[in-house]
């Protein structure tokens, strides 16, 4: 399937909008052409008054009746403009919504690694400036096809039919036109290319510079900041300027060519004695068809445009999803876990994450990974949950591959608390209950109390149902992993991942949360990473990592006795 023809399967559902669109656009055409009539018979009945000898009943008539003809006219011209214009624009909004959608929906479910490879200025480019591109296309697509052609079928017929040998004579420079618009589009073509790319670095540029502004000033890097926006903005600034000049110069050569075009029918004119009515009539019909030529004309700059912006956007759409291949449900209320023989890289890269990992957790019990950064504590997690799946070896809930089981099943049963909580946009509750839209007001109020996020939580306004500000300025480090904290309480899922789950608390907030964690750990298989070793002293087992491999495991007891890595941390 051809971009152009992906992008026009987004509108099939929308089939009436096209047809009363197209409906409109002829009314409006067919109005627009009645101009030409008007002009001629204005023009006669204007001549044919000056004439006492012409002044014929039937002139009379037409002169009495003109009037209620031009209102009638432009009217109709009125009515149909607004039928044409309103179901046009209607189906460019409903097939941009659906795009957007789409997009947002492929996100969910793409693989992480082609999420985590991409910029999320790169994202919201495509999110935003994209799919408004392809809206407009859609909306002046229509007009230039439909409409522009028919006002030329129809100015061209009304011409040919007051003196068919000028019109021809102006068609002689449509080919000259033609190779002008040919030639243009090339460059456009180069230039546009080079606008939305440069779009997308100003777009992440702003995104990282909102985001990072307390680094930014406790580094002073305002003006190395700014004068890294004003280059990229520059360069789009450059290159939409050459975008510009080239379609600038492209429609000098069309206005040009087409006055050339007017000019030689005008010096025609005077050659073949034509009458004044007529000639008004040719050259009315002949300025009608300016506009309509200049938008065809550019027609093929927009497909240029059009499909740069929906390429960019379809790549992303045709990422494969992250494999799902399991068909079995995971139901079971306890859960043991267990690693075999794990090999894991990421994709281009040659040295191993994690190499001969093996290790076992039965139900209720916790198993401690502690270990320097870099050492591979996070990257297990992660395949844990299936974000990436290891190049060999196994991991095993109940003596089951997790490979066997559908995504959503197994991640309903695993609880993720990571060091760096996600908060969104809404209110305290929504974020406690998100992942459990259906719990009950009383359950959130209880994992609110058991993660301490309660006695903030009513210093607030709006307490509980308090919105969080969209910048989350209004939380606290503490608070926000506390938040996260009551989500894995809520869930309540036999497997519990703790990513430094208490790293941004103080000491007293630790105590606390830790109190409510070891209950929330009671009878379920739980997986700490921690730096603090005091957060881990009750592990059933501590497994310590080294460069992806396992250095040292053995409870805290044994493990501060022994000389090793443990005991140096």
């Known amino acids: 399937m051809s971009t152009l023809q992906r992008i026009f399967s987004y509108s099939k559902e929308y089939k009436l909008f096209w047809v009363l669109s197209i409906v409109g656009f002829l009314m409006a055409a067919v109005g627009s052409s009645l101009n ?135 068609f002689t420079i449509i080919p000259f036109i033609a190779v002008s618009v040919t030639y243009g589009s090339k460059f456009y073509k180069k230039y546009n290319q080079k606008v939305q790319g440069s779009l997308a670095q100003i777009t992440e540029t702003f995104n990282e510079n909102v985001k990072g502004q307390e680094v930014v000033r406790v580094y002073t890097q305002q003006n190395n900041q700014i004068k890294k926006f004003a280059s990229q ?4 600034k450059s290159q939409s300027i050459k975008l510009v000049v080239t379609r ?67 790549k992303q759409l045709d990422q494969t999803h992250e494999s799902d291949k399991g068909a079995l449900e995971l139901s079971e209320k306890n859960c043991t876990l267990s690693v075999e023989d794990l090999e894991f890289k990421y994709p281009n890269t040659d040295k191993n994450v994690l190499e001969n990992i093996s290790f076992n957790a039965q139900c209720g019990q916790t198993i401690a990974l502690v ?37 959503d099943s197994l991640r309903k049963h695993i609880a993720l608390v990571t060091q760096q909580p996600i908060i969104f946009a809404g209110s305290l509750y929504d974020n406690i209950a998100f ?29 509980i149902q308090a919105d969080i500000q969209a910048d989350v300025s209004n939380l606290s480090g503490g608070q926000k992993q506390r938040i996260a904290i ?52 009750y592990a059933d087992k501590i497994i310590v990592l080294e460069n992806g491999e396992i250095n040292q495991t053995g409870n805290y007891e044994s493990l501060s006795k ?8």
């Open 248 to 314: 600038c110069i492209s429609m000098v050569f069309i206005n040009t060519i087409s006055g050339i075009g007017i000019a030689i029918v005008i010096w025609s004119a005077f050659k073949l004695k034509v009458t004044v009515s007529e000639l008004t009539a040719v050259f009315t019909a002949l300025i009608s068809c300016a506009r309509p030529f200049k938008n065809l004309a550019r027609l093929n700059e927009q497909l240029n445009k059009i499909k740069e912006a929906a390429n960019m956007l379809f």
């Open 486 to 537: 009551a989500r894995a309480f809520l869930k309540d899922a036999p497997i519990l991942l703790l990513d430094e789950a208490t790293s941004a608390l103080d000491n007293q907030s630790e105590a606390k949360v830790q109190e409510a964690l070891n209950a929330l750990m009671k009878n379920k298989t739980t997986l700490v990473i921690a730096h603090r070793l005091s957060t881990i002293k």
């Open 371 to 407: 270990g320097r950064s870099g050492s591979g504590k996070s990257t297990l997690i992660q395949l844990i949950v299936r974000l990436f799946n290891s190049q060999s070896g196994k991991i095993f809930i109940n003596n089951q591959s997790i490979d066997t089981f559908t995504l």
């Open 233 to 236: 903005s520059g360069v789009n």
């Open 435 to 463: 992942g459990q839209p259906h719990a009950t007001q009383e359950s959130v109020m209880h994992a609110a109390k058991l993660a301490h996020v309660w006695e903030f939580a009513q210093n607030m306004e709006g307490g």
């Open 36 to 170: 030409i009539w008007m002009v001629h018979n204005l023009t006669l009945i204007a001549t044919l008054l000056t004439s006492p000898e012409a002044m014929t009943e039937d002139v009379q008539n037409s002169a009495f009746w003109l009037p209620f003809q031009v209102v009638s006219i432009f009217a109709f011209l009125g009515v149909s403009n607004f039928v044409a214009s309103y179901f046009n624009e209607r189906l460019s909004y409903e097939v941009a919504h659906d795009i957007r959608l789409d997009f947002f929906k492929h996100l969910q479910f793409s693989n992480i690694q082609f999420i985590k490879n991409v910029s999320t200025g790169e994202m919201l480019s495509k999110l935003i400036y994209n799919i408004e591109i392809i809206r407009t296309f859609y909306a002046g697509f229509i007009t230039s096809i439909v409409k522009d052609t028919l006002t030329i079928i129809g100015s061209m017929s009304w011409a040919l039919y007051y003196n068919w040998q000028l019109t021809l004579i102006f």
């Open 562 to 569: 022994s000389d090793g890595l443990f005991k140096d941390m």
